[in-house]
């Protein structure tokens, strides 16, 4: 791979072991995917934030880092809301170390919000056709699909080394070729809200990591894009896809696709992931897999208007969007659910103290049966609402 | 002695006795962080100690937690000498790497049938494996 005299230095180590390293990192991912150079990137989110996934062992190796950023640079969820834990039935001890986890990264020079939707809070962070290296998959998936930036799905250490040197390799999603269509998706039905999240399920299934170009006979809304997306990052590791007429085109587009694979996905599919997903009995309702944007919270009032929920109700979203609508917040919160910050459902080890989770998130239904026997179900946010207030699904 | 060349992935040098397995290693589950040994016992390897040894694997596979698993068994001092593979993934790359453990690879595939016990040194920088007699 090819360097400049500045980054054979940095290789070298004239400029310290902390970036010797993380030069050393983007060097051996580069030759791994035959990356000819590196590139600038505009901005990073590093994964590794979690210490139910990190442990002592990538706190320790955090914690050893000199140096500062020197692109914006975000957090990944963490474990718990750094405030609420205990409402979250996390233990002193557990918050002790997440907490030490964040300061950690605070001294690197990294901005501390920790949400899966950075595009939600700051519009500085990405545009079309920037380099960026972004770790959360819905994250990689909507950065690289709505906004056109360009992204592949990093790790924790070569976030930090991109957050670290200001570059990335320049292979995978940076590169033109690696973007064109691989399947073309058909869905004939008029879909909405939570039912993105169960087509996401179903292509990301089919299509594992290919690039979908999707055919659609409604126009999805920002947030409806986040739950497709989200889910086939999850069902299958799909980092890139595209919806006709509605997101940036393919690099090289073409009137049929004809080299791609054809699906197709009837309603009668949609209906199925309810269907196989039901039911009245979960224990608790999360909504905000990916977090919630101001407008979801405002519909999440709505829904709830004054009423009390009979079963513990989590809404998560990023601490800025939390801060923005404090009338929101307290609409939500004065019906006994919880608006919880800085984490989530599939990464907080809460979630392992419940039986059932009912949601509305393709992602967090395939995430959730993983974590320590929690079974999920599935259904629209407005069904999601019932079944929180106590209701039969309407 | 027989010399045999390779491509630098972390650098450092390092020898110890060899551990050759023909099966990928996933850290995270394969490996005890508190002990560094291999610890599934569908591995080729289950029951053998990794610590202070050259690794000579395949690749690595599994989750990318792997790479911190690495920087554990490391700074425990039970880290493997010095690491071999066909070719190097981004788990055990960047995992080598943090921790500061040589790693190499693009190395000949009869490699991984060299008799465990062999002392190997192997000298990233140089890109270059002994295998001593």
Redesign the interface.
Known sequence: MYLSRDEEAIYRGDRGETLR?MM??LV??G??YGAERLVPVRSVQI??VSYK??????L??ISDLEGQVVVPSILNPAGMDLFRYKEMGISEEFASKQRETIEAYRRLGVIIDCTCTPYQIYDSLAERGDHLAWSESSAVCYANSVIGARTNRE????ALAAALIGKTALYGYHLDHNRQPSHVIEAKAELEGSDYGALGFLVGKEVGDGVPLFRLRSSPTKDELKALGAAMAASGSVALYYVDGVTPKPPEPTANYDGCERISIEWEEIEAVYDEHGGDDADIVALGCPHCSGEELERIADLLAGQKVKKEMWVCTARKIKDACPDLVARIESSGARVFCDTCMVVSPATEGFEKMMVNSGKALVYLPGLGGVDATFGSLEECIDVALGRKRS | MREISC?K???GFASGPSLATKMAISFLGNID?RTGMVVDPGHELYGESISGKVLIFPGGKGS??G???I??LK?RDLAPAAMINL?????V??GA??S?IPLVDRVPSDILQLKNGTCIEVDSDRELIRILP
Do not use: C, F, M
Request: no cysteine; hydrophobic share 40%.
């Open positions: 390293r050393e990192i051996a991912l030759d791994i994964a590794g996934n990190i442990g002592d062992a990538g320790e190796w790790g924790g250490p070569s | 491509h992935v972390a650098s962080p990318t937690v790479s911190y698993v920087y554990q700074k070719r190097s993934e981004p788990i790359a960047v790497i943090i500061g």
